[in-house]
């Protein structure tokens, strides 16, 4: 190897970052089922199959009403829509799953039968954030999943800083937290103390099941099963971890950089 | 009573009735396994069962020249049994856990406090080992890091930049997860089981399954074998090719860093080609795979396989012709063979101090019968040794995946396993990329778990990174952590 390498490496394979948003998305892999679609009027009378198989408690059927399913405790194992014999529930294969209120998560009724994507910051947050957002994350009673897939937007790949979000070290520094996990009781002190460290303006980015709903964890006494049940919440990202993609989508959003 | 002479024998991924299995009373179980470790054994797990009149000791423990596990427990103690850890060092968090649990005190054990245990909105840490003198100062880290990562705290000892002494405290991270197993499986354990360590799925999620399969008699078909171990292989990959990135990113070796960053997406895409999540979650459930991989899928993965191993190779040989980074890694971080096996360190860390020690190799189940695997050692247990194993397994596995791939077993992928026998312990290994995931099943008389225990590698492996840094300079702790890059959650459960 000559010291020239890595360069001549560099130049051979040229800017390797993706051309979203301006371009097309990267191709997710065809078993990679994006987020679901309820339609709670195709469900047949008297029929709770998914209800049973889900192993986060994500769907309920109510006597008398269609069925309802939380994309924010949903960890899209697809085991619902294997269950259903009346096609009800189905993979849209979309990656945007962002929103900004808790209960636009909820799937099943008439004219709600998809998420409530995200809308951007009003305009006086956007003005502070929309051209340069700081963000300290903080992973509480998480697994290192969706911390993996955080990570990543900091690789060349998706070089998240071309869009001026950054992580840094200390919340003094930060304009927001991005937390993930399940919010172990364990993690609740140090949570509290990041929040308050961070100065007013600031927001809060949930992403994953877990930081919404507890994820796998979902009723366990050692968690509290949501980012939202010590600090205010902005914008929730649902997954088992989020796809890169999922997240990217989301923080853009947010800042209102998506046409 | 008659005391036995002998530990049960059984080999990795089997069960036995749990009346089969000898007992002592305990102050004798406790010489007994410590006479079984001085004879070659390694503890894998030592772990507790309740009973009404008190609680059982149980140890776990491997000869790994003879691919043989031993299993052994003592009759039920109330209050105290002479400590392990005295004897032998690598039992001292198990006693802990044990103590934290039932409160059943280790007699003599030098360090006796909580791993885990919830103290209000925080883990009960308690007190500090603290270095005294004038010229001594504390440095105190976390549980909120700098970057991306999981909580945790460091507690330093410092003399100048020298580190005298490192206390690690974990448990920010406590889910629960051994808790809720209790009277399983439910029908959120195997999601929880992929998320003991969610970087770890296919370790945990494959042991887990084998665990389900032996109790019930039976094992997976050939060909979801062959599956798991192809996703085992990709989950190293990924994560090996990730350090190795981080490794170089923390000496300021960017052309490295920037190159296996995403490289290490490249080998994630891998496995979500394979079952559609990057992490392999819903690829494994007890009795097979959910998901196949067709003729043309396989070509295409090792299509794309190939070119992922090329661009390593070479982001990897910058890397080590690059003097600068390599005296950095160089003698940082040492921890000898000796300590190593003292402490009972597995996986990369143990074979960067030169021991012979992986579950595929000494320990095969599942496809790795039929498929062995050499193992990688390097000797010297610095974060040289430790990065140039992983090198070393990067091309291991690659090679095993090019072999693999072209040379499937026919077949099902899944097959009912049927019941959980009753009164039964089963004992799964697998070598995950960090090194020896170990999961231990005990049924009630319904087949229901009465008493599950994980242990994660990084379980034996975090006190070798106290050691490691002894007489570092702090400046060093980044690369040192790195070159271990050990699991919060799955510590914390």
């Known amino acids: 190897m000559s010291a020239f390498d890595p360069i001549t490496h560099r130049l051979r394979h040229g800017c390797q970052t993706m051309a979203f948003p301006a371009g097309a998305p990267p191709v997710l892999p065809d078993r990679h089922g994006g987020s679901l679609r309820v339609e709670g009027a195709k469900c047949a009378e008297g029929c709770a199959a998914c209800v049973p198989v889900c192993p986060t408690q994500a769907i309920t059927r109510a006597v008398g009403n269609p069925v309802a399913l939380d994309l924010g405790k949903c960890i899209f194992c697809a085991a619902c829509v294997e269950a259903c014999p009346t096609k009800a529930i189905t993979q849209t294969g979309k990656f945007p799953m962002a929103v900004r209120r808790r209960e636009d998560l909820l799937l099943g009724k008439s004219g709600e039968e998809e998420l409530r994507l995200a809308i951007a910051l009003d305009e006086k947050l956007k003005k502070l954030f929309g051209r340069s957002l700081r963000l300290r994350q903080v992973s509480a009673g998480g697994c290192n999943a969706c911390e993996a897939d955080v990570n990543v937007l900091g690789t060349i790949g998706w070089d998240l800083s071309r869009f001026g979000i950054q992580f840094v070290a200390s919340p003094r520094h930060a304009d927001g937290l991005l937390i993930t996990g399940t919010v172990s009781r364990n993690m609740e002190l140090a949570l509290k103390k990041t929040y308050a460290a961070v100065p007013s303006p600031k927001i809060v980015i949930a992403v994953g099941a877990c930081a919404i709903a507890g994820g796998p964890f979902i009723g366990n006494p050692q968690i509290l099963n949501s980012a939202s049940s010590i600090v205010p919440v902005d914008l929730f990202i649902p997954g088992c971890p989020p796809h890169p993609l999922t997240i990217l989508d989301g923080l853009l959003r947010l800042l209102g950089r998506l046409e | ?493």
């Open chain 2, 1 to 493: 009573m008659n005391t036995p002479r002998e530990f049960f024998l059984m080999s990795n991924g089997t069960s036995v009735p749990w009346t089969d299995v000898p007992e002592w009373p305990a102050a004798e179980f406790v010489a007994a396994t410590a006479a079984e470790i001085e004879r070659g054994g390694r503890l894998c797990a030592w772990f507790d069962v309740s009973e009404n009149s008190g609680t059982r000791l149980v140890a776990i423990i491997a000869f790994d020249s003879e691919n043989t596990l031993a299993v052994g427990r003592s009759t039920p103690v109330t209050k105290s049994y002479p400590s392990l850890t005295l004897l032998h060092p690598q039992a001292h968090l198990f006693e802990r856990e044990v103590w934290e649990q039932h409160g059943l005190v280790p007699e003599g054990h030098p360090w006796l406090k909580p791993v885990r245990r919830q103290n209000g909105d925080h883990p009960a840490n308690g007190k500090f080992f603290r270095v005294e003198g004038g010229e001594i100062h504390e440095v105190s880290v976390g549980p909120v890091h700098a970057g991306i990562i999981e909580p945790g705290h460091f507690r330093f000892q410092c003399n100048g930049e020298e580190v005298l002494h490192l206390e690690i405290a974990l448990g920010y991270q406590h889910r629960g997860v051994e808790e809720a197993l209790a009277g399983g499986a439910h029908r959120a354990t195997m999601s929880q089981m992929e998320t003991v360590a969610g970087d770890t799925t296919i370790g945990h999620a494959t042991a887990y399954a084998t665990i389900l399969e032996s109790l019930a008699g039976t094992e997976a078909p050939l060909r979801a074998q062959w599956l798991r171990a192809i996703a085992l292989e990709l989950e190293r990959l990924a994560n090996h090719t990730g350090d190795l990135g981080a490794l170089a990113g923390d000496v300021a070796f960017l052309p490295t860093s920037s190159a296996c960053g995403k490289i290490r997406g490249d080998f994630l895409n891998l496995t979500a080609l394979l079952c559609g999540n990057r992490f392999g979650r819903g690829l494994i459930q007890p009795g097979g795979c959910k998901h196949d991989l067709e003729a043309e899928r396989a070509a295409q993965l090792l299509a794309k396989l190939r070119v992922a191993l090329t661009e390593v190779d070479e982001a990897a040989e910058w890397l080590w012709e690059s003097n600068s980074a390599r005296a950095r890694f160089e003698f940082t971080g040492t921890v000898s063979a000796k300590q190593a096996a003292e402490i009972g360190l597995v996986g990369v860390a143990a074979r960067a101090s030169g021991l012979v020690r992986d579950v595929r190799f000494d320990h095969p189940a599942g496809w790795h019968r039929f498929a062995p695997m050499p193992v990688a050692v390097w000797p010297g247990g610095d974060v040289f040794a430790r990065a140039r194993v992983r090198w070393l397994e990067i091309q291991r596995s690659g090679k095993f995946l090019e072999e693999q791939l072209g040379a499937p077993p026919d077949g099902e992928i899944f097959a009912d396993t049927g019941s959980p026998a009753a009164d039964t312990l089963a004992v799964a290994m697998v070598e995950g990329w960090r090194g020896e995931v170990c999961h231990i099943a005990l049924t009630d008389s319904a087949g229901k778990f009465r008493r599950y225990k994980i242990v994660d590698p990084s379980f034996h492996n975090w006190i070798g990174l106290a050691l490691a840094m002894r007489g570092q300079a702090i400046s060093d702790f980044p690369i040192c952590n790195k070159s271990f890059n050990l699991s919060y959650c799955g510590f914390d459960l």
